[in-house]
């Protein structure tokens, strides 16, 4: 591959994301919301949804989450994800306590480990159902001790404005009752400016499209803090020759399925694999619903693709450069620690084929909303850190600020800080 090309494979979606018609219709709506509030959410859920709700109904009611029903074999799977989560998120919890150290004689520092005040979740709704993206988002948050929990979802596509009952379901299981039904874009903004219905939050989170992702980032000019980003689904698979082409096949289709947004990339160091992978991708992709073909053909083809590569380190330094949401290891298990250690740059590492990307989004407990296009390079999945904050505390005494005292003066005298300087003489003199 070029340079021109690498760089194509790696740009993914950012193009869609900021396109600059969108951009410009995302910020007229954002100050539609700031402006009018309310009545500009519910229009915008007209607009875009084509459902029509006043704004006293944007509030799901409590009585429509405690009557909400499912399947019971659903339900049940619900509580067990919910339970890995909690277990992963907890231990998380207990490795982010308070600490402190003494740096020197009579100075002591640390951090005090506290939850963000209040927090707003998006679930995305227009594809699918999507109860395994509330759960995801909803424990983490819940497990931190977030006192304000907001979600908010996109009712049921072609509707009366109902919510699907499986993310109620969620919110039921997780004591969530600040829910809302509203057009996604418009979620956000309402969330970060507060409407007479929905209460402001400090920080969003939720998976979506470019309109959703793109609304999350322009409302950060607003003081919203958001996570970059979690746009379209990604997957990268590192396959050797030992691979099993049934299951790779399958695993590669996870993340493809997602939508004619997705990328999806197969990086192998076995030429030979990918003749008898693309006969048995067609098999299997016969066996998809049409809407699931279509945008799986979108992933592996003009979004993605395949990457022969000379061997493992190579294939690491592909992975590392794309920076995958999802990457998963289909290797001799004996190179798999190897492989690992070279990798660095992924929401989450999958290791061997007995686990596919579809253990991860719903059940394992480890993150499944992550970052994507490229931003794997400097962010992280969300958990329960995602929800809390560090305070830094110190504390010295007289004769370790005496010992502090000419460090401080100098800089200050130097920086042109008077007064920081004339705090530490005043005291000694």
């Known amino acids: 591959m070029t340079a021109t090309e690498r760089d194509a494979l790696c740009r993914r979606g950012l193009d869609d994301i900021f396109d600059a018609r969108l951009r410009t219709s995302i910020g007229e709506l954002i100050e539609d919301v ?42 049940n ?60 988002l909803g424990v983490p948050a819940v497990v931190a001790g977030v006192p304000e929990i907001s979600l908010v979802v996109p009712p049921i596509p072609g509707g009366n404005g109902e919510v699907d009952p499986a993310v109620l379901v969620v919110c039921r299981l997780l004591g969530i009752t600040n829910v809302f039904r509203v057009n996604g874009p418009a979620g ?10 929905i209460p402001r939050v400090r920080k969003v989170v939720g998976p979506g499209s470019p309109a959703v992702t793109l609304a999350q980032v322009e409302m950060q ?41 997705s990328s999806v990339v197969l990086v192998t160091t076995s030429a030979e694999l990918l003749d008898a992978l693309d006969d048995e991708l067609a098999i299997q992709i016969d066996d998809l619903p049409e809407v699931r073909a279509t945008a799986v053909r979108s992933s592996l083809g003009p979004n993605g693709g395949a990457v022969v590569v000379r061997n493992l380190t190579e294939a690491a330094e592909v992975a590392n450069l794309y920076a995958p949401e999802h990457l998963q290891i289909a290797v001799d298990p004996q190179h798999e620690e190897q492989l690992l ?28 909303s992550l970052p994507t296009s490229g931003f794997a390079h400097v962010s992280s999945g969300i958990t329960v850190d995602t929800f809390l904050k560090r305070t830094a505390i110190a504390k010295a005494n007289e004769p370790a600020l005496r010992r502090m005292a000419n460090t401080i003066t100098a800089l200050s005298d130097h920086e042109g800080f008077s007064a920081h300087g004339n705090a530490i003489r005043r005291r000694f003199g």
């Open 34 to 75: 700031r402006i009018r509030g309310d009545e500009a959410v519910c229009d915008a859920l007209a607009r875009f949804d084509g459902i029509r709700v006043a704004p006293e109904n944007l509030r799901v009611s409590a009585e429509e989450i405690a009557t909400a029903q499912v399947d019971p074999a659903l339900e």
């Open 341 to 368: 250690d070279l990798l660095v740059n992924a929401g989450e590492i999958l290791i061997g084929q007995h686990t596919p990307f579809c253990a991860g989004n719903f059940v394992i407990g480890c993150p499944a």
């Open 188 to 197: 956000i903004a309402a969330l970060g400016f507060g409407t007479a219905s």
């Open 221 to 261: 000019r607003h003081g919203l803090a958001t996570m970059m980003l979690l746009g379209p689904t990604e997957s990268l698979v590192i396959a050797d020759h030992t691979a099993h082409i049934g299951r790779l096949a399958a695993d590669l289709l996870i993340e493809a399925e997602h939508g004619t947004d």
């Open 77 to 136: 799977a619900i509580i067990d994800a919910i339970s890995h989560l909690r277990a992963f998120n907890d231990h998380l919890l207990e490795r982010a306590s308070d600490w402190t150290m003494e740096i020197e004689n009579g100075l002591i520092a640390g951090e005090k480990i506290t939850p963000i005040s209040s927090v707003g979740l998006f679930v995305p709704s227009g594809k699918a159902s999507y109860p395994s993206v509330a759960y995801q």
